[in-house]
């Protein structure tokens, strides 16, 4: 599957601002089944300073130095891409899900994608007793990894509402969890937290998702939007496998990366530092459009 994707990020400031510093993972990236043909960041004001740059676990960052004054900020991606992911295993065939934390722990690479990397707590996915248990029912003795979590993947689906009125980028793993609604963060970090509590290693994704619209109606421009949703490591054979608790599926063609980390600190798509006072409005828009 071939993907154009367009996302526009605009920031508007009550007041003129006079100086921004940034960093960007807006840009994504080749592997995990997918290829980058073209991409490009446009960015208005034009940067002084501007150095594109990888992090540690191999994502695209832009870091731009914005020193003329302006009450706005317009951040547009615009990226080619080809999808062609292997088809998943079944998931009743990997390994149980004990052996599987158990190669983990004993994994002695420290490389970007090792599973040592993603075992444990992070800032945004800590250890939450009550999400470990939950996550727990799933693993019964020796399951398969796959089969447990995909078991798990959609009862996240089933018992929790999407409801993007109910929780910020600020709000913490156990809120979401306790009141049962959020957006697809929440979901992936609840996902992300509960593996791990049982050591398995889980990582974050950042991304976009094809939104496919009823039969007879047009697809709105516009109307995508940034996704998240999380990897688990099912073993040295199978490796990382995409699991979307948002949508309960397991990663496909319609999955397009921008970036990996712990959380999504790792990979938030614009983040930094400005000098100002007011205030500030964001609006985004995100087109995901098959060619062809």
Not at 81 to 92: D, F, I, S
Request: proline residues 9%; hydrophobic residues 40%; negative net charge.
């Amino acid at each position: 599957m071939i993907y154009d994707v367009r996302h526009v990020t605009t920031y508007g400031y009550s007041r003129q601002v006079p100086f921004a510093r940034c960093i960007m993972r807006l840009l994504p990236r080749d592997g995990s089944g997918q290829s980058v043909q073209k991409s490009e960041l446009l960015i208005t004001p034009r940067p002084a300073e501007r150095n594109d740059t990888t992090c540690f676990f191999g994502n695209r960052m832009t870091m731009v130095t914005i020193t003329k004054p302006h009450r706005e900020l317009k951040v547009e991606m615009r990226a080619r891409l080809v999808v062609e992911r292997p088809a998943p295993p079944h998931p009743g065939l990997t390994r149980g899900w004990e052996e599987v934390a158990a190669l983990a722990l004993a994994s002695d690479s420290l490389a970007p994608d090792s599973p040592a990397q993603h075992l444990y707590p992070s800032r945004l996915a800590p250890e939450v007793a009550p999400v470990i248990a939950y996550a727990r029912e799933s693993f019964g003795k020796a399951r398969p990894v796959l089969e447990a979590a995909s078991e798990l993947m959609a009862r996240i689906r089933r018992d929790f509402t999407y409801d993007p009125e109910a929780t910020e980028v600020s709000t913490p793993l156990a809120e979401a969890f306790a009141q049962r609604h959020g957006v697809c963060q929440d979901f992936a970090h609840i996902m992300i937290a509960g593996l791990r509590g049982l050591g398995l290693p889980a990582a974050y994704v950042s991304g976009y998702i094809r939104t496919i619209p009823p039969p007879g109606q047009k697809r709105l421009e516009g109307a995508d939007a940034s996704h998240a949703w999380a990897l688990l490591w099912c073993g040295p054979e199978t490796g990382w496998i995409g699991l979307d608790p948002t949508n309960d599926l397991i990663v496909a063609d319609d999955h397009i990366v921008t970036a990996v980390g712990r959380d999504y600190a790792d990979v938030a798509p614009l983040d930094g530092v400005l000098i100002g006072p007011g205030s500030q409005k964001i609006g985004i828009a995100v087109d995901v459009i098959p060619v062809g």
